[in-house]
Every structure is written in C-alpha cells, then in structure tokens.
C-alpha cells in the first residue's frame, strides 16, 4: 500500500544522483585548489549535474503524477498551517504534498540552475561577478539543502513513517524510464571523462576545446586560436 511519501523510481534515481553530484562538486569547490588538476573534476561533475536537472525539470512536466510539479502543493495558507502543526509537535499525515517540501524543493531546482549557469559562465571566461555570483548560489544551495534535511528529519521523527527508507528502496514502477535515465546519465558521464585532457585540463565537447583549468587572472582562454593551432 502506497502513502504520499513513496517515490516513483525515476524520481529517486534523478534525486539520489544530483544528491551524490553535489557533494562531489561542493566538496572538490570547497576543499581543493583551484590550480589542482582534481580541481576541473568539480566542473565536470557541475556538467552532470546539469543534464540531471534537466531529466528532472522534463519529469517535473511529462512523468508520473506524484513527480510533476503540478502536483506541488505550494499554497502559503497550507504551508502556515503545516509548520504550526509541526511546532505544535502534531503527527501530519493528511497533506496530499508536504507544502514545505515543495517550495523548498523548486527553491533548490531553481538555485541549481542558475548555479549551474554562472559556473558554466566562469568556465568559458565571463566576468569575475560571475564567480562570486556562482559561489553565493552554491552556499545558498547548501543552506536549502540542510533545511530540507531538517525537514526530513523533523518530519521522521514526528510521523515515524518510511519517508526516509522509501528513497533507497527499489521499486518497479517506471522501471524502463528509470533505466533509461541510468544510461543517459551513464553515457553522459564517460563521454565527459573519455573527452576530458587531464595534462592539457581541456574538455572537447563536439570539436570545440575548453579549458577547465585554472587561468591566469584577467586571462581568458582564446579557444578560437586554439583550434587554428590544431588545425
């Protein structure tokens, strides 16, 4: 018997990888050089990242009901009465979507994505307010990371439900999609890594070189120059 905290398996696959990308990618940002050649492993793995977020914003749209963003409930007026009946230490379980979850849950897919954008600005060279700019949404989408864990636990502890447990159990439901973002996500990764230099620190996507390394300050990379230099 399904309650309103299962998940599709499409929907986990999606969520437990951009999960994993993040803390690659956060971790790498965070705790290692920039001039390390591990360093463009953080540019990578913010590539993913990206193409994971587009599966699920498709998802969000076509997939199954529960996953659409339709399906969010993101009235305030619900959302007022749910964290009062949360403070009040009350047992929820007759909201058909957890109204905080949703915001919080579009807030991370739109900081994600305009994270995801500046960093792929500073990659190609734009303006050092990208960088900044890049850094603020990262430690924005930690902050709504740690909120939404909070949430979960909060939400565990009260309900003692299978919220938790039902994101690493495996189901059926959807299984051909789910397998089909697994290859898709799969694919994209070793195409990332086969066409990545790690002695030049260049990625060539269709042709075109760009450098994940890091760059001398007020230098950008001429990739035009570079493919005559081939050529």
Same mark, same amino acid.
């Given at each position: 018997?399904?309650?309103?905290?299962?998940?599709?398996?499409?929907?986990?696959?999606?969520?437990?990888?951009? *999960?994993?990308?993040?803390?690659?990618?956060?971790?790498?940002?965070?705790?290692?050089?920039?001039?390390?050649?591990?360093?463009?492993?953080?540019?990578?793995?913010?590539?993913?990242?990206?193409?994971?977020?587009?599966?699920?914003?498709?998802?969000?749209?076509?997939?199954?009901?529960? *996953?659409?963003?339709?399906?969010?409930?993101?009235?305030?007026?619900?959302?007022?009465?749910?964290?009062?009946?949360?403070?009040?230490?009350?047992?929820?379980? %007759?909201?058909?979507?957890?109204? *905080?979850?949703?915001?919080?849950?579009?807030?991370?897919?739109? +900081?994600? *994505?305009?994270?995801?954008?500046?960093?792929?600005?500073?990659?190609?060279? $734009?303006?050092?307010?990208?960088?900044?700019?890049?850094?603020?949404?990262?430690?924005?989408?930690?902050?709504? +990371?740690?909120?939404?864990?909070?949430?979960?636990?909060?939400?565990?502890?009260?309900?003692? %439900?299978?919220?938790?447990?039902?994101?690493?159990?495996?189901?059926? %439901?959807?299984?051909?999609?789910?397998?089909?973002?697994?290859?898709?996500?799969?694919?994209?990764?070793?195409?990332?890594?086969?066409?990545?230099?790690?002695?030049?620190?260049?990625?060539?996507?269709?042709?075109?070189?760009?450098?994940? $390394?890091?760059?001398?300050?007020?230098?950008?990379?001429?990739? %035009?120059?570079?493919?005559?230099?081939?050529?």
């Amino acid at each position: 018997m399904k309650n309103n905290n299962d998940y599709d398996l499409p929907s986990k696959i999606l969520h437990l990888s951009f *999960a994993l990308l993040f803390v690659i990618s956060f971790s790498i940002g965070k705790f290692v050089d920039d001039d390390s050649k591990i360093y463009a492993f953080h540019m990578l793995s913010g590539i993913l990242m990206g193409i994971v977020l587009i599966l699920r914003i498709l998802w969000g749209i076509f997939g199954a009901k529960k *996953a659409r963003f339709s399906n969010f409930n993101l009235s305030l007026n619900e959302l007022k009465t749910y964290l009062k009946r949360v403070l009040s230490g009350e047992k929820i379980s %007759d909201f058909h979507r957890n109204p *905080a979850s949703s915001l919080v849950t579009l807030g991370l897919y739109g +900081v994600a *994505a305009m994270m995801i954008f500046s960093g792929g600005l500073v990659v190609l060279g $734009g303006p050092h307010f990208f960088e900044e700019l890049h850094e603020v949404l990262s430690l924005l989408f930690l902050v709504l +990371v740690l909120i939404h864990l909070s949430g979960v636990v909060v939400h565990q502890y009260q309900n003692r %439900d299978q919220t938790v447990l039902n994101i690493f159990k495996l189901s059926k %439901d959807y299984f051909i999609i789910a397998m089909v973002f697994i290859i898709t996500i799969s694919s994209a990764g070793g195409y990332l890594f086969q066409n990545y230099n790690q002695t030049t620190q260049e990625l060539n996507i269709l042709n075109q070189k760009i450098l994940l $390394g890091e760059k001398d300050k007020g230098q950008k990379y001429d990739y %035009d120059e570079e493919d005559e230099d081939d050529d």
